[in-house]
């Protein structure tokens, strides 16, 4: 076990961590700004409670995402201290910006959406749960840009093996980052509402907290309906976009080993790939499909994994499996939400207790998913830490294999014991439920300011 | 001014901006032993809890900057102060969940020991990394080439002592600002003895330098630092004097602003005597420094955006201005 081994998992164990609280921080800030926009326009009590309860789980989850995403920041000049000295021209600059557009307005303005009810006037705090809702999701534009440029680099020239900025804001764009972001952020969205829907559903099922159970699922519900189908949409581009940028990702990720020549590529559904003799030692394949499916023609080419040299194939059976159980989870949560529709056409959404039962018992499914996708995409861009261009071995810091044993050690300690609090406090909060009683707060003025309030509602006014 | 220069004032200013704000958090952290009950730790904790994560970012985006503008340093630091660096980031991440698990939890002890001993590794850590720095570090064709431990020696440690004792300074007199009655009585007690602690760390730690590093010393001397080097010494001892007078005096802004004033001529004096080199002991700035064009894009957004992130920090500040009372943010 070298520095570089190390440092390669525990690299992917801290991020595998981590993107587990910004999905749902991305996803629940962009749901609280819904709740509190209905409380705003409604004045109906109800979404203020939902919208107390629900930034509970929003504050303790946000919490572990920036102590876990401080890590990653500092890995990449600890761990990957050659990697970020060759490529710092054109990939720092996101981070740097990540750090001054995004990070700045999620802490400035958490504060006042956590503790601000009795300090500023309600439409400041819409305000301030809006600003954080664009920070989280600017964040992730950021950090995605930057991950895009290591799979599709733009916007540069190599000297002398270091990488010099060309153009910033094509280095940013680059090719997979549109398609990229629209698949992450709808996946934090699906992710997060799903969680609300179990949630919700957990309580119908024990018959608590009925209706804020009810509105919370129907909200969620419906924000489903539209992301679950777009996921699916976005998870074809994004294949077909590595199919044009990052064939050698592809035909690991399909274990395609032959290119076909003059008929359809077939789409291998489940085999078990043998890296070592090129080949699946069993497969069930459905002929041309692959071809329909990447480059929607029957018969189109689809290079096989044997054009390219042993040494710049990633792992074939992590890929093939990670990838499979993603569009799995994608299709599960397809088929709930057909179900949801008839059951809401009927009327029945909220009584029939084994379609409760099923939201209660796919709603982790969303993280997992999520998982996948992050190991598909970062697996399959190996062995190159920027594609094609620089190997992982040969950005790794100049640091003794100890250093990183000591660190990863310690961190699969620490991460499970945070892992674990984090998991027991959800579950408290939950089991607390809500708080149904305590007073609304106050209708403030700022001085010189005329709040969102006596705009839409002058009777209100003092 | 060049780029460089203008560049590595940025850095330092953001450093110094980071080193009081989140000095202040952790130096609250630190206190946190002497609170006499679970009111009196909410109230330390409801203190800082609507600011320490906007002080703890300007952290992050100074990692951020420094590793767009002056990517050897981020690279070399950072590889050959591993041990240090992470042992810093463990004691964030306890310390950061304490701020949330801590209101959520019935037994809040563990949350107690969580946020103190987080804290205190973070401090200590910190210590240690700015005496790595200052102690030296071996650097071929522009990648560390040095030992896992070089920066451990009695300097550095020396230092993380003195910054336990300085972020307490820094706690103690925030808390005179936000606390009132038994709480702010002993503050006021802390920052005094604090104070004379961190004025005899600075005394042995300005004439411990030129000696662990020796090119300070011909550095002091010399044309143009002998022209100004002594004003921060000077600036050093008037703050600590203003700072026994407004505590005498129970003031209560005062006290922070002459801590800040003491911590700035610590700073500026070991600043100043280490320019031009970011890698001290041989690589300068000009040599550490990116791209051009790198620095004109990251200089252009922070232009742009950190007047606008400091008008609505001080904003959100402002907001939770005055005295905290314990009845609890979350509730």
Same mark, same amino acid.
């Given at each position: 076990?070298?520095?570089?081994?190390?440092?390669?998992?525990?690299?992917?164990?801290?991020?595998?961590?981590?993107?587990?609280?910004?999905?749902?921080?991305?996803?629940?800030?962009?749901?609280?700004?819904?709740?509190?926009?209905?409380?705003?326009?409604?004045?109906?009590?109800?979404?203020?409670?939902?919208?107390?309860?629900?930034?509970?789980?929003?504050?303790?989850?946000?919490?572990?995402?920036?102590?876990?995403?401080?890590?990653?920041?500092?890995?990449?000049?600890?761990?990957?201290?050659?990697?970020?000295?060759?490529?710092?021209?054109?990939?720092?600059?996101?981070?740097?910006?990540?750090?001054?557009?995004?990070?700045?307005?999620?802490?400035?303005?958490?504060?006042?959406?956590?503790?601000?009810?009795?300090?500023?006037?309600?439409?400041?705090?819409?305000?301030?749960?809006?600003?954080?809702?664009?920070?989280?999701?600017?964040?992730?534009?950021?950090?995605?840009?930057?991950?895009?440029?290591?799979?599709?680099?733009?916007?540069?020239?190599?000297?002398?093996?270091?990488?010099?900025?060309?153009?910033?804001?094509?280095?940013?764009?680059?090719?997979?980052?549109?398609?990229?972001?629209?698949?992450?952020?709808?996946?934090?969205?699906?992710?997060?509402?799903?969680?609300?829907?179990?949630?919700?559903?957990?309580?119908?099922?024990?018959?608590?907290?009925?209706?804020?159970?009810?509105?919370?699922?129907?909200?969620?519900?419906?924000?489903?309906?539209?992301?679950?189908?777009?996921?699916?949409?976005?998870?074809?581009?994004?294949?077909?976009?590595?199919?044009?940028?990052? &064939?050698?990702?592809?035909? !690991?990720? *399909?274990?395609? #080993?032959? @290119?076909?020549?003059?008929?359809?590529? +077939?789409?291998? $559904?489940?085999?078990?790939?043998?890296?070592?003799?090129?080949?699946?030692?069993?497969?069930?394949?459905?002929?041309?499909?692959?071809?329909?499916?990447?480059?929607?023609?029957?018969?189109?080419?689809?290079?096989?994994?044997?054009?390219?040299?042993?040494?710049?194939?990633?792992?074939?059976?992590?890929?093939?499996?990670?990838?499979?159980?993603?569009?799995?989870?994608?299709?599960?949560?397809?088929?709930?939400?057909?179900?949801?529709?008839?059951?809401?056409?009927?009327?029945?959404?909220?009584?029939?207790?084994?379609?409760?039962?099923?939201?209660?018992?796919?709603? &982790?499914?969303?993280?997992? !998913?999520? *998982?996948?996708? #992050?190991? @598909?995409?970062?697996?399959?861009?190996? +062995?190159?830490? $920027?594609?094609?261009?620089?190997?992982?071995?040969?950005?790794?810091?100049?640091?003794?294999?100890?250093?990183?044993?000591?660190?990863?050690?310690?961190?699969?300690?620490?991460?499970?014991?945070?892992?674990?609090?984090?998991?027991?406090?959800?579950?408290?909060?939950?089991?607390?439920?809500?708080?149904?009683?305590?007073?609304?707060?106050?209708?403030?003025?700022?001085?010189?300011?005329?709040?969102?309030?006596?705009?839409?509602?002058?009777?209100?006014?003092? | 001014?060049?780029?460089?220069?203008?560049?590595?004032?940025?850095?330092?200013?953001?450093?110094?901006?980071?080193?009081?704000?989140?000095?202040?958090?952790?130096?609250?952290?630190?206190?946190?032993?002497?609170?006499?009950?679970?009111?009196?730790?909410?109230?330390?904790?409801?203190?800082?809890?609507?600011?320490?994560?906007?002080?703890?970012?300007?952290?992050?985006?100074?990692?951020?900057?420094?590793?767009?503008?002056?990517?050897?340093?981020?690279?070399?630091?950072?590889?050959?102060?591993?041990?240090?660096?992470?042992?810093?980031?463990?004691?964030?991440?306890?310390?950061?969940?304490?701020?949330?698990?801590?209101?959520?939890?019935?037994?809040?002890?563990?949350?107690?020991?969580?946020?103190?001993?987080?804290?205190?590794?973070?401090?200590?850590?910190?210590?240690?990394?700015?005496?790595?720095?200052?102690?030296?570090?071996?650097?071929?064709?522009?990648?560390?080439?040095?030992?896992?431990?070089?920066?451990?020696?009695?300097?550095?440690?020396?230092?993380?002592?003195?910054?336990?004792?300085?972020?307490?300074?820094?706690?103690?007199?925030?808390?005179?600002?936000?606390?009132?009655?038994?709480?702010?009585?002993?503050?006021?007690?802390?920052?005094?003895?604090?104070?004379?602690?961190?004025?005899?760390?600075?005394?042995?730690?300005?004439?411990?330098?030129?000696?662990?590093?020796?090119?300070?010393?011909?550095?002091?001397?010399?044309?143009?630092?002998?022209?100004?080097?002594?004003?921060?010494?000077?600036?050093?001892?008037?703050?600590?004097?203003?700072?026994?007078?407004?505590?005498?005096?129970?003031?209560?802004?005062?006290?922070?602003?002459?801590?800040?004033?003491?911590?700035?001529?610590?700073?500026?004096?070991?600043?100043?005597?280490?320019?031009?080199?970011?890698?001290?002991?041989?690589?300068?700035?000009?040599?550490?420094?990116?791209?051009?064009?790198?620095?004109?894009?990251?200089?252009?957004?922070?232009?742009?955006?950190?007047?606008?992130?400091?008008?609505?920090?001080?904003?959100?500040?402002?907001?939770?201005?005055?005295?905290?009372?314990?009845?609890?943010?979350?509730?």
């Amino acid at each position: 076990m070298d520095a570089l081994f190390l440092s390669r998992i525990q690299f992917a164990v801290t991020t595998l961590f981590h993107i587990l609280f910004p999905a749902l921080t991305i996803g629940l800030s962009v749901y609280l700004v819904v709740v509190e926009f209905l409380w705003l326009r409604k004045k109906e009590e109800i979404y203020y409670r939902m919208y107390r309860f629900w930034v509970k789980i929003f504050a303790i989850n946000f919490a572990v995402g920036v102590v876990s995403g401080v890590v990653l920041e500092f890995e990449f000049g600890t761990n990957f201290s050659r990697f970020s000295q060759t490529v710092s021209n054109v990939f720092a600059p996101l981070l740097a910006f990540e750090g001054m557009t995004a990070f700045f307005l999620e802490a400035g303005f958490l504060s006042i959406m956590l503790f601000g009810w009795t300090r500023v006037p309600r439409g400041v705090h819409f305000l301030a749960t809006c600003l954080v809702a664009f920070g989280s999701i600017l964040s992730a534009f950021w950090i995605l840009g930057a991950n895009s440029w290591m799979q599709t680099p733009a916007g540069f020239r190599l000297v002398n093996g270091k990488f010099m900025i060309t153009g910033f804001w094509e280095a940013v764009l680059n090719p997979s980052l549109p398609v990229r972001m629209s698949h992450m952020t709808t996946a934090a969205f699906e992710t997060s509402v799903l969680v609300v829907a179990g949630v919700s559903a957990y309580y119908l099922l024990k018959g608590k907290h009925v209706d804020l159970a009810r509105r919370s699922m129907s909200i969620a519900l419906i924000m489903a309906a539209l992301f679950v189908p777009l996921q699916i949409f976005f998870g074809d581009a994004s294949g077909r976009e590595v199919f044009y940028r990052q &064939p050698a990702k592809l035909a !690991a990720i *399909e274990a395609h #080993w032959e @290119t076909n020549t003059d008929r359809g590529a +077939p789409f291998v $559904v489940v085999a078990l790939p043998d890296m070592k003799g090129e080949r699946n030692l069993f497969e069930i394949a459905v002929p041309d499909v692959l071809s329909l499916l990447v480059t929607h023609s029957f018969n189109g080419q689809v290079r096989g994994l044997k054009e390219f040299p042993r040494g710049d194939r990633p792992n074939v059976f992590i890929l093939f499996w990670a990838f499979r159980g993603m569009v799995a989870i994608g299709f599960i949560l397809l088929l709930v939400m057909v179900w949801a529709a008839v059951l809401w056409r009927k009327g029945r959404l909220f009584q029939n207790r084994p379609f409760l039962w099923t939201l209660l018992i796919v709603h &982790p499914l969303g993280f997992l !998913a999520t *998982e996948l996708g #992050w190991i @598909t995409t970062e697996v399959g861009r190996q +062995p190159w830490l $920027v594609y094609s261009l620089l190997r992982t071995s040969e950005g790794v810091s100049p640091i003794p294999a100890g250093n990183v044993l000591w660190s990863l050690a310690l961190f699969l300690i620490v991460l499970p014991l945070i892992g674990m609090s984090y998991f027991y406090y959800i579950l408290k909060t939950l089991d607390r439920g809500p708080d149904m009683t305590s007073p609304l707060p106050p209708v403030q003025r700022l001085a010189g300011m005329r709040s969102l309030d006596s705009i839409k509602d002058p009777k209100e006014g003092t | 001014m060049d780029l460089v220069t203008l560049w590595a004032s940025l850095v330092a200013l953001v450093i110094i901006l980071y080193v009081v704000l989140d000095g202040f958090s952790l130096g609250i952290a630190l206190l946190f032993r002497t609170a006499e009950n679970e009111e009196e730790r909410d109230l330390l904790m409801n203190s800082i809890a609507p600011v320490w994560d906007a002080n703890q970012t300007w952290l992050v985006f100074g990692g951020g900057a420094l590793f767009a503008v002056f990517p050897m340093v981020y690279g070399v630091f950072f590889s050959a102060l591993y041990i240090p660096l992470l042992t810093f980031v463990f004691g964030l991440i306890f310390r950061g969940v304490a701020f949330e698990f801590r209101v959520n939890a019935v037994r809040k002890g563990i949350w107690n020991k969580a946020f103190f001993w987080g804290s205190l590794v973070a401090v200590v850590a910190q210590g240690l990394t700015l005496g790595g720095v200052i102690s030296g570090t071996k650097v071929s064709e522009g990648q560390f080439a040095g030992d896992p431990l070089d920066w451990l020696n009695p300097f550095t440690v020396t230092l993380s002592l003195a910054l336990l004792a300085g972020y307490i300074l820094l706690g103690s007199t925030y808390l005179i600002i936000k606390t009132t009655g038994a709480v702010q009585q002993r503050a006021y007690r802390q920052a005094f003895r604090s104070g004379w602690v961190v004025l005899g760390f600075q005394i042995i730690v300005t004439i411990w330098t030129p000696l662990h590093y020796p090119s300070v010393w011909a550095n002091w001397f010399s044309s143009p630092r002998i022209y100004f080097i002594w004003t921060f010494p000077i600036l050093g001892l008037v703050a600590f004097y203003a700072l026994l007078k407004t505590l005498k005096r129970r003031r209560e802004v005062w006290p922070f602003l002459c801590s800040v004033g003491f911590f700035l001529a610590g700073y500026l004096g070991l600043a100043s005597s280490l320019y031009p080199y970011a890698i001290p002991p041989n690589i300068t700035f000009q040599e550490a420094a990116a791209q051009r064009e790198t620095m004109l894009i990251t200089l252009w957004g922070a232009m742009i955006v950190l007047p606008m992130v400091l008008a609505y920090v001080i904003y959100s500040y402002s907001i939770f201005r005055g005295k905290v009372g314990n009845e609890g943010y979350h509730a």
